[in-house]
């Protein structure tokens, strides 16, 4: 099978890494550092307004995060706050028990 088509071998690449990042979520241990979390909930704050760009550490100019868990975090806070649940503490709670789900789900 010959693979000229610059579509094909797009396809092949998201399967690869799908099933790339599907095997590390599947057995990764824990986390890095401690201020992951921290950092995570920081962004969606920056994002909802909260807290301003200079409260925020080197890595958000830098780039260097990933960008699917803050805007997880950003869309949960929204949810909540469209829901009249203006407090961080409840927000936090929410983040924290999906997280926690999504944990169960890959590690059953």
């Known amino acids: 099978m010959r693979m000229n088509n610059p579509v ?19 057995f990764s241990t ?26 925020l550490p080197w890595e958000y100019a830098t780039e260097i995060r990933p960008t699917f868990q803050p805007w997880f975090a950003y869309l949960v806070m929204k949810s909540c706050t469209a829901l009249k649940n203006k407090q961080s503490l409840h927000h936090n709670i929410h983040i924290k028990n999906v997280h926690c789900n999504t944990g169960n789900i890959i590690h059953p």
């Open 8 to 26: 094909h071998y797009q396809k092949w690449i998201l399967l690869f890494a799908s099933l790339t990042y599907l095997i590390t979520a599947c």
């Open 30 to 55: 824990g986390y890095f550092h401690p201020d992951e979390h921290f950092q995570l909930l920081e962004f969606a704050n920056f994002k909802m307004g909260n807290i301003s760009g200079y409260e």
